[in-house]
């Protein structure tokens, strides 16, 4: 059974700090990893897409990468904002197509 | 068509009562999946369509569940015989044919039961 676990499960920063949110998975076998961002009381807004052939993905000042071997995965977050205080998801597809299998998230709080 | 819709957004009833939930897709979404995410944790899978095959359920999917999709449209998840232990966020995602696409998430129905 696939397990994904998330560290740390809450961090805070100052504004303008540089952070990295860790996933781990238990089986390499994946398909897919995602990436998804939640605010307070909300559903899941999609940031970073990495297919298991892929080492990496970025968007804006955000990073992913994947290594599939080792089970890990990395969202690196450039210049952090007050705006970017919400809780990250990460989440593994195994087949495609199939379920998400989601970590607990790491809470984050960029402080002004 | 702008994203995933979830109706209604919260629903408060009391214990014993049915509810029922409707999530309307991304149009050219064929896939359709249903979760439920507690306080402080990551969404859990409930249930999944192809069109308008269910093809798989959680065992977290008790007799008191049931989810539809009609025609591949809509879908709907009905719970029979709340108990407060069915309180939670109830979220809905729905992805494209093809490989590689990812899923894109409704804002969810927060269900009290009471």
């Known amino acids: 059974k696939q397990e994904v676990t998330q560290i740390p499960a809450a961090l805070s920063v100052p504004e303008g700090e540089n952070l990295v949110l860790n996933c781990s998975f238990t089986d390499s076998a994946i398909y897919n990893l995602q990436w998804f961002r939640q605010d307070p009381g909300k559903g899941l807004t999609s940031l970073l897409l990495?297919?298991?052939?892929?080492r990496e993905q970025t968007s804006g000042r955000l990073n992913a990468s994947l290594d599939k071997s080792s089970g890990r995965s990395t969202l690196y977050i450039a210049a952090s904002q007050p705006g970017d205080s919400a809780t990250y998801l990460c989440?593994?597809?195994?087949?495609?197509?199939?379920?998400?299998?989601f970590g607990e998230g790491t809470q984050l709080t960029v402080n002004p | 068509d702008t994203g995933v819709s979830q109706n209604p957004r919260h629903k408060i009833t009391k214990r014993g009562q049915n509810v029922t939930f409707r999530c309307d897709p991304i149009s050219e979404h064929n896939r359709l999946y249903w979760y439920r995410q507690t306080l402080g944790q990551g969404p859990e899978f409930l249930t999944y369509?192809?069109?308008?095959?269910?093809?798989?359920k959680s065992r977290l999917l008790s007799d008191r569940f049931s989810a539809e999709r009609p025609k591949g449209s809509f879908s709907t998840l009905e719970i029979q015989r709340t108990e407060q232990g069915d309180s939670a966020m109830y979220l809905c995602?729905?992805?494209?044919?093809?490989?590689?696409?990812?899923?894109?998430f409704g804002s969810g129905t927060r269900l009290t039961v009471v």
């Open positions: 369509f192809q069109n308008e095959a269910q093809l798989e």
């Open positions: 990495i297919q298991s052939s892929q």
């Open positions: 989440a593994v597809e195994e087949t495609s197509g199939s379920r998400l299998t």
């Open positions: 995602a729905s992805s494209p044919p093809g490989t590689y696409y990812g899923y894109t």
